[in-house]
């Protein structure tokens, strides 16, 4: 166990010194990219506290960086040496990948201009950081495939595929800005007046089956002992982000198959809105037990967290469901080649 770790670490630090200058360009240039993204979100980290959970972001993106440099560093050595080539059933996408890549470079560098300037001339705002953190991800991945270096006697195809495969490595670290910034504000606004709408309805609905009278008047509950209502902080757009952005660096960290992936952030979508719904539940039963005033405080806040932290388990419970055992290091499938 330790001879094969000490091995990782050590063609870590081979590879970070034997680094191809382009592809070295290419991570100086996303880094400074993501800095100063994490500039920009730190002002509604500091403001907002459903965002609070940003300040791990740039902590989880040197860590996913860090685990997956082994792979990274065996696709750079295989990619730049002459090997064979088989044949590929889906050489359709490979132009694909190129056109995504030119059309990441422009969209990308025109939106992070736009949030830039947006920035400078009126400061933070969701507008502008939103727009700052999609160009941001969309020309780290743009740096990363078109500064890869490839083999120049291998198929046109291969090496877009090559690039493509590298890019795909650091989609996390590119992407998940996107989720610790702030919504644009009319999806937010729409998105909490729907779920609110949702939560009070459900919680009534259910009261209501069970015989327990209250009243309904839009968000808020009236109950014998007093209203209960469902405000922004209840509606569960807090869990919502927050399990998002667990259910990524999860899937990141413990994932390779893009299904899985794609599974587990439905899941923490899904775990997020039901668990929220439980919470709704309880403090309306608690209040309808000891009175309006007894869900104020405290037990409001705690029992948010204990949602939170309740979704989190439940992530990494199915996560085993969807992850094969893999390796760290896995090279490049459909290319043969001998590295001594």
Not at 17 to 32: H, W, Y
Not at 331 to 339: D, H, L, Y
Request: aromatic residues 12%.
């Amino acid at each position: 166990m330790k001879s094969a770790e000490m091995t990782s670490r050590s063609t870590l630090f081979q590879s970070w010194a034997e680094i191809p200058r382009p592809f070295f360009l290419g991570l100086v240039l996303s880094g400074g990219f993501l800095a100063f993204t994490a500039w920009d979100q730190s002002h509604w980290w500091r403001q907002k506290d459903d965002y609070a959970f940003g300040w791990l972001v740039p902590i989880f993106v040197a860590y996913v960086t860090f685990d997956r440099w082994p792979r990274i560093a065996r696709s750079l050595q295989l990619a730049g040496q002459p090997g064979e080539f088989p044949d590929l059933t889906r050489d359709w996408l490979a132009p694909l990948y190129r056109l995504a890549a030119f059309l990441a470079v422009l969209g990308g560098s025109s939106l992070l201009l736009v949030g830039a300037a947006y920035r400078a001339a009126a400061g933070p705002s969701y507008n502008g950081t939103f727009a700052i953190s999609l160009g941001t991800g969309a020309l780290v991945l743009a740096a990363i495939y078109f500064l890869t270096p490839t083999d120049s006697a291998a198929p046109a195809s291969r090496r877009d595929r090559e690039r493509a495969r590298m890019a795909g490595y650091f989609f996390f670290p590119a992407m998940v800005w996107l989720v610790s910034a702030p919504m644009l504000a009319v999806v937010e606004n729409n998105l909490n007046g729907f779920l609110m709408r949702q939560v009070t309805t459900v919680v009534f609905s259910l009261f209501d089956h069970l015989g327990l009278p209250l009243e309904q008047r839009g968000n808020i509950l009236v109950l014998p002992s007093g209203s209960v209502g469902v405000e922004e902080a209840c509606s569960g757009i807090r869990s919502l982000t927050g399990c998002l952005y667990a259910g990524s660096a999860v899937a990141a960290v413990f994932l390779t198959q893009v299904w899985a992936k794609v599974g587990v952030l439905v899941a923490s979508l899904l775990f997020a809105v039901l668990a929220n719904l439980l919470r709704s539940i309880f403090l309306t039963a608690w209040a309808y037990r000891y009175g309006a005033k007894s869900i104020e405080g405290t037990i409001h806040d705690v029992s948010g967290y204990c949602i939170l932290g309740l979704t989190i388990v439940a992530l990494f419970c199915i996560t085993p469901l969807l992850s094969p055992a893999r390796g760290k290091v896995r090279p490049p499938k459909g290319r043969t080649n001998t590295i001594g």
